[in-house]
């Protein structure tokens, strides 16, 4: 079937994107396995405990890829070289300034982290080791943020493509020459990381400066108070969108916790079904913030409505290709992550709940596409709380009767209303 020229452009923007998604947690699993081998299971704790914070103190900072990204599709689609130089300036800026003062307060972000963390002395030695040296890529990672939310916005997803797979092969090189050559343990697997964040951002940083022309810009500029403004009220949306993100994430981690070590294993498990998913989804995503951003810059209406037509149909597909491979294949997929036969048969309980993301979820996932790309972001903000309230009012109400199944009633909910939300608030986007 021959495709026409926008579905072209969503399939040249979300398959280097899906491709660099899924490079991602490969990166995560060499790294186990290095650990793993090393002898001692506090070794591997001590990564999952140094990840796990990690995450969450970058995951926040999302809205320096998310805003990048419209910001500069619609400067794009205008051709307006300024603008988009400007957007990426002010990232970086921001994304450096934040990395040092990460820097900066590392004693007091450590005490808080390994606090909260409460772990054993020995896992908590390492944890620390591990800790003090990735701190040091905190503007690397900030900076990368910025530099994959702007070449998206650029319509150059390949780019960023490229440089995930970059980052990954340059970490498990370092990793496994320091920890099996130098017998550096963990300060080996640490370091690797280390480099290769700051060989990310740097290979991104020569990318754009080979690529692109940039215009020139003082101080002054990239500091004016109207565009600094519009630039912080979009990010200051995602960055509270996130906050509630991060809070139903670890409320759903933390509900399984609570019950026993089965139902938090269970919950675990089937979650990667959901990430797999999301893996792909992202993908069309990032095309629709390009395409959504270029289409409105260049004030191309038409092309608007045919985009997230488009879009759409789609994440129709890929609900009902996934919807398909998990109800026949979702099983046998995982065995092949677990093989405690009791945490196996468990999941059987609540496995439609999992096969119904796909279904639940695609909406979601397209329309935050869009909005990112049309700069709507207060709109992604009251979705995501509306989401969020409906959630913790779901789990609270039916828990008591429902038990682990009031948790995946809630999950499922909040995939909904976020698309629902998003859906009713669309019309504002093709009507200006």
């Known amino acids: 079937m021959r495709l026409n020229s926008i579905n072209r452009e969503i399939l040249a923007l979300s398959i280097p994107a899906i491709i660099a998604n899924i490079t991602t947690p490969i990166l995560g699993i060499i790294d186990v396995a290095i650990v793993g081998n090393m002898g001692s299971a506090v070794y591997l704790a001590a990564i999952a405990i140094g990840g796990s914070i990690f995450n969450m103190l970058y ?56 606090y909260f963390m409460r772990i054993t002395n020995d896992t908590l030695f390492y944890s620390q080791k591990y800790f003090s040296i990735c701190i040091w890529g905190a503007p690397a990672m900030l900076g990368s943020y910025a530099v994959s939310g702007w070449l998206i916005g650029m319509q150059n997803s390949r780019a960023t493509m490229w440089i995930s797979i970059f980052v990954n092969l340059l970490n498990i090189t370092c990793s496994l020459v320091m920890v099996y050559q130098f017998d550096m343990g963990i300060i080996g697997v640490a370091t690797g990381t280390l480099i290769a964040q700051w060989g990310g951002f740097l290979l991104g940083l020569t990318i754009i400066s080979f690529k692109y022309t940039l215009s020139s810009a003082s101080l002054s500029n990239i500091l004016q108070r109207q565009e600094l403004n519009r630039f912080f009220s979009i990010n200051a949306d995602i960055f509270l969108r996130t906050l509630c993100l991060v809070a139903v994430t670890l409320w759903f981690t933390r509900a399984g916790a609570q019950q026993n070590n089965t139902i938090l294993a269970v919950n675990t498990l089937l979650m990667q079904l959901f990430m797999l998913f999301s893996y792909f989804m992202d993908g069309f995503a990032y095309a629709g913030e390009a395409l959504t951003g270029k289409y409105i810059g260049a004030k191309q209406p038409a092309k608007l409505k045919s985009c997230i037509k488009a879009l759409f149909a789609w994440g129709m597909a890929m609900a009902g290709i996934f919807t398909a491979i998990y109800l026949f294949g979702g099983n046998p997929f995982l065995s092949l992550l677990c093989s405690e036969n009791e945490i196996i ?64 009633l809630a999950f499922l909910c909040y995939l909904l209303i976020r698309g629902i939300v998003l859906a009713t608030l669309s019309h504002r986007l093709t009507s200006k």
């Open 59 to 114: 995951w926040p900072f999302a809205f320096l890829r998310m805003g990048s990204s419209g910001m500069t599709a619609q400067a794009f689609g205008s051709n307006d070289k300024r603008q988009y130089s400007l957007v990426l300036y002010r990232s970086l800026l921001v994304a450096i300034i934040v990395g040092i003062a990460i820097i900066a307060f590392q004693y007091l972000i450590a005490q808080c982290a390994f």
């Open 345 to 408: 048969e468990a999941s059987a309980t609540y496995f439609y709940w999992a096969v119904a993301i796909p279904a639940c979820g695609f909406m979601a996932f397209t329309w935050d596409g869009i909005f990112i790309g049309a700069t709507r972001t207060r709109a992604m903000l009251l979705s995501m709380a509306t989401a969020m309230t409906l959630f913790f009012i779901i789990y609270f109400a039916f828990t008591p009767l429902l038990g682990n199944h009031a948790l995946w």
